[in-house]
């Protein structure tokens, strides 16, 4: 073991400083000679702290089941967990530097605070992961337009003030008129007489399917 000085705090405490210990559980035991020890029930946990670089993705929907990548400096070879905050699922190592978890379900969105830990005392730094609303659009209004475009569309659903920046129309994109959670107002685009898919977006420029069609 290491010996370590002792200064005195009070009557009741001694402080000592630890330098170079290994990884894990370590026991503290205390002497006034250096020759005999009366081992303390403490323990003493040495943690390895790996940092995260990133999460993929860093948002999902409350309703969970997607993976999450988490990305870290280092991977040990022990069995680790995700924290969702106060959720708490198994992580599968999917390389030396990083570990995969199945997005738990949460009843809100918003912030939550990700880590990971294992067995052996180690532990990573605390990131941001955003739980987000599930959109989905109910239907549009009208379902037909000129092969001119300049039709304007209004599409009705839920949660989707984050998707509702940009429309597509088949392959051609064009800028929302106005947009709120429940309402995304766009003027159909002038292309060829048929039926397109419509699709949504917010500022990423991820496109997100609707299930709607427009002719």
């Given at each position: 073991?290491?010996?370590?000085?002792?200064?005195?705090?009070?009557?009741?405490?001694?402080?000592?400083?630890?330098?170079?210990?290994?990884?894990?559980?370590?026991?503290?035991s205390l002497t006034s000679n250096g020759v005999d020890f009366d081992r303390s029930q403490e323990i003493f946990l040495v943690r390895a702290v790996s940092n995260i670089a990133g999460l993929l993705p860093c948002?999902?929907?409350?309703?969970?089941?997607?993976?999450?990548?988490?990305?870290?400096?280092?991977?040990?070879?022990?069995?680790?967990?995700?924290?969702?905050?106060?959720?708490?699922?198994?992580?599968?190592?999917?390389?030396?530097?990083?570990?995969?978890?199945?997005?738990?379900?949460?009843?809100?969105?918003?912030?939550?605070?990700?880590?990971?830990?294992?067995?052996?005392?180690?532990?990573?730094s605390i990131v941001n992961f955003q739980y987000k609303l599930s959109q989905s659009v109910q239907h549009l209004t009208p379902?037909?337009?000129?092969?001119?475009?300049?039709?304007?569309?209004?599409?009705?659903?839920?949660?989707?003030?984050?998707?509702?920046?940009?429309?597509?129309?088949?392959?051609?994109?064009?800028?929302?008129?106005?947009?709120?959670?429940?309402?995304?107002?766009?003027?159909?685009?002038?292309?060829?007489?048929?039926?397109?898919?419509?699709?949504?977006?917010?500022?990423?420029?991820?496109?997100?399917?609707?299930?709607?069609?427009?002719?």
């Open positions: 073991g290491q010996l370590s000085q002792a200064v005195c705090g009070s009557l009741s405490s001694i402080t000592c400083r630890t330098e170079g210990l290994p990884v894990g559980n370590h026991s503290i948002t999902g929907p409350v309703k969970g089941g997607i993976k999450v990548e988490v990305h870290l400096s280092q991977v040990p070879n022990v069995a680790v967990a995700c924290h969702f905050e106060e959720n708490v699922v198994r992580a599968e190592i999917v390389s030396t530097s990083s570990v995969a978890c199945i997005l738990p379900p949460r009843l809100r969105g918003g912030t939550v605070k990700v880590w990971v830990d294992g067995d052996a005392g180690f532990t990573t379902s037909q337009g000129s092969a001119a475009g300049r039709t304007r569309v209004r599409i009705v659903g839920t949660h989707l003030e984050s998707i509702g920046r940009f429309c597509r129309f088949g392959r051609q994109v064009v800028l929302s008129e106005s947009f709120s959670s429940s309402v995304v107002n766009c003027v159909s685009p002038a292309q060829n007489p048929g039926v397109v898919s419509v699709e949504l977006s917010g500022e990423s420029g991820t496109f997100i399917k609707t299930n709607q069609e427009f002719e």
